[in-house]
């Protein structure tokens, strides 16, 4: 965003043409190339653009923005420097209740003196009735508005010498202060007009005045800063000089000088008033109208309007009504004054000579800059012309005039010419952009129709492939399901052979407890043996002592002998058993070991059979259960070749 220009642009334009449209000067409004997001702007070029405001009035985007010199303004005042006020007379006819309480607000804030501009309007109308009359000055066009003066000065050179050399009301005002009143200060001019910047920046009018403050950032700055102050109003008296910023005013105060029988052209409006000069530019040069002068203003209801006010004060016509009581009050006046109604125009203009008669005509005058040369664009030949249109895809005559003003221009040519000069570009008209659409269009429809016909060719291989794949679908989908059922029995088998072998398991278990109780009882079995050959060994001691006091008995113990002898042998007999059943024991034993370590091993190679049939039993249900996810993920594949197939019937 360009903001060191006069009028720029800011971040809320689109690019909609509106500000082209009602531009009267080509390459003010410049169309940039479209960015990253296809986004285009609108650029001012500040040394092409007049100020007219056109482009405020017609963007409803508020894209549009303006500099002047307020805040500088107040700033210098915070810093102490001496200055006085011009007040422009369309301040009272905007502002009548606000009026004086904002001028004691700028004299509060050290404002010195306010001189009004409705007085050095009075100047500018006895100037320019003197140079008529002193110079034979016919035809010439009023200059108190810069917007005109700056037009001329860049797109109608050849009229500066019909720009009137008379200063405007500001200027007249500003020299009056300076040259008659003695005033030293810097001079701020409170200015309903953003062009009035370029007007006190013009070399030729010598730094008189140092600050362009608009109504419309002044008022801001005084409500966001609540300056307010005791009433206070202009210094100098005036007289019609007052009516100057409604449409016409100038005239008015020619009439009520030199009668009505004077003939004043009146023109005013933003485009209508540089068309008027284009088209009557050869009659206004040759001095072949028939116009006193013309009274030219940019803005069509005058400066009361203008563009650096208020649009919410200035769109009702309280500012005009407000004018007109200024001036009925201004024709009340019963003095010898030259805008006392009782007199006749001659004794007002005879009052109005008298009352400037000490001031010389040649301190209001001024002198013009002929800046065309750095406005004038290049107009392109046919052949240039041509090559322009042909890119733009306007190849016959007809595509040439469609003059649909979309682009900004008026005709397709002035599109050409602005094109050719870097102004705009082929992508902002809207016909080319549509016949490239329309082309494009045309190219994918093309591509699609060649599609299509490929598509044909290729429908019935297609079809065939197909039909192929759902065979081969349909044998897999028997295959699965005899797969299926087959992985069901296993499964049913598995669960089946996993239960017996639970009972194997068990029946090991009941073998492997009973072959530990006859363990048990063997190992009682040999206690046993062990205690019974103890006890015949305590037996065969007995016997023998019983032998031997037997025979120390003699006959008397041979009774006693003989049964000592039996217990010893029935003794030895016992020992002899007792020994070979725990030999048999001892091999029961050893047999039994053999069959607990069998049964052991046998348990283990049960439980891991056992195992492995409960894993291949889980195994056959998830083969069971992926099975019918495959079968069902088949029946949809299938059913979308089948549908595949149907549409390329």
Request: hydrophobic content about 35%.
């Amino acid at each position: 965003m360009a903001i060191n220009s006069l009028v720029f642009t800011n971040d809320n334009c689109v690019g909609c043409n509106k500000c082209i449209s009602v531009c009267s000067c080509m390459g003010a409004c410049i169309s940039t190339e479209p960015d990253e997001n296809g986004q285009s702007r609108i650029e001012v070029d500040k040394n092409k653009c007049i100020a007219c405001g056109a482009c405020f009035d017609a963007c409803e985007h508020e894209a549009r923005q303006y500099n002047d010199d307020t805040e500088k303004f107040f700033a210098d005042l915070k810093k102490g420097e001496k200055i006085s006020l011009l007040l422009a007379p369309a301040f009272l006819a905007d502002y009548p209740n606000d009026y004086e309480r904002v001028l004691g607000g700028l004299k509060k804030l050290g404002v010195n003196r306010i001189i009004s501009v409705s007085f050095g309007a009075d100047i500018t109308t006895w100037g320019y009735i003197k140079y008529i009359q002193t110079h034979n000055y016919l035809g010439g066009i009023s200059q108190p508005c810069p917007a005109v003066v700056g037009y001329i000065e860049r797109y109608l050179p050849e009229l500066l010498p019909k720009l009137f050399p008379v200063q405007s009301p500001m200027m007249c005002a500003a020299i009056y202060a300076h040259k008659e009143m003695g005033i030293t200060d810097k001079l701020a001019f409170i200015s309903p007009c953003i062009a009035k910047k370029n007007e006190i920046d013009d070399p030729n009018n010598h730094g008189y005045i140092n600050y362009n403050v608009t109504f419309d950032h002044l008022m801001k700055y005084v409500n966001e800063h609540n300056i307010k102050g005791e009433p206070v109003s202009d210094e100098i008296e005036y007289g019609l000089g007052s009516i100057y910023p409604m449409p016409g005013g100038l005239k008015e105060n020619v009439y009520w000088l030199l009668g009505n029988e004077v003939f004043i052209r009146q023109m005013e409006g933003e485009k209508r008033m540089y068309h008027f000069l284009e088209q009557n530019k050869d009659r206004i040069k040759g001095g072949k109208t028939p116009f006193l002068f013309i009274d030219a203003l940019n803005c069509e209801n005058g400066c009361i309007c203008g563009t650096g006010t208020d649009p919410k004060i200035t769109s009702t016509d309280d500012p005009l009504y407000n004018i007109h009581d200024i001036q009925e009050r201004v024709k009340k006046n019963t003095k010898k004054s030259p805008w006392s109604r009782p007199l006749t125009p001659e004794k007002r203009l005879a009052a109005l000579n008298k009352q400037f008669a000490n001031l010389d005509l040649n301190d209001y005058l001024r002198k013009y800059t002929d800046r065309s040369k750095e406005c004038k664009h290049r107009i392109p030949n046919d052949a240039e012309l041509d090559k322009i249109f042909k890119e733009m895809n306007k190849n016959d005559s007809a595509s040439r005039k469609i003059n649909c003003s979309c682009c900004g221009y008026d005709t397709c040519k002035d599109m050409a010419i602005a094109i050719y000069n870097g102004f705009n570009h082929k992508s902002n008209c809207v016909h080319y952009l549509k016949d490239l659409v329309e082309y494009e269009k045309k190219e994918a429809q093309e591509i699609v129709e060649q599609e299509r016909i490929q598509l044909e060719g290729q429908k019935d291989d297609i079809m065939r492939t197909v039909n192929e794949i759902n065979e081969h679908f349909n044998s897999l989908t028997d295959t699965i399901n005899e797969m299926n059922t087959g992985n069901t029995g296993n499964a049913e088998e598995s669960s089946a052979i996993s239960g017996e072998m639970s009972n194997v398991s068990e029946f090991c278990n009941r073998v492997n407890e009973s072959v530990s109780n006859i363990s048990k009882f063997l190992d009682e079995l040999t206690n046993n043996n062990k205690r019974v050959v103890e006890i015949a060994n305590q037996t065969n001691l007995l016997a023998l002592n019983a032998s031997i006091e037997a025979a120390r008995a003699g006959e008397a113990g041979k009774g006693f002998a003989v049964v000592a002898g039996e217990i010893n042998e029935l003794a030895s007999d016992s020992k002899e058993t007792a020994q070979n059943s725990g030999n048999a024991n001892s091999n029961i034993k050893d047999a039994v070991n053999v069959i607990v370590n069998e049964t052991a091993e046998l348990l283990k190679v049960v439980e891991g059979v056992n195992t492995r049939v409960q894993n291949l039993a889980a195994s056959t249900q998830e083969i069971a259960a992926s099975t019918d996810v495959v079968s069902s993920t088949m029946e949809k594949v299938r059913s979308e070749l089948q549908n595949l197939a149907d549409s390329g019937e």
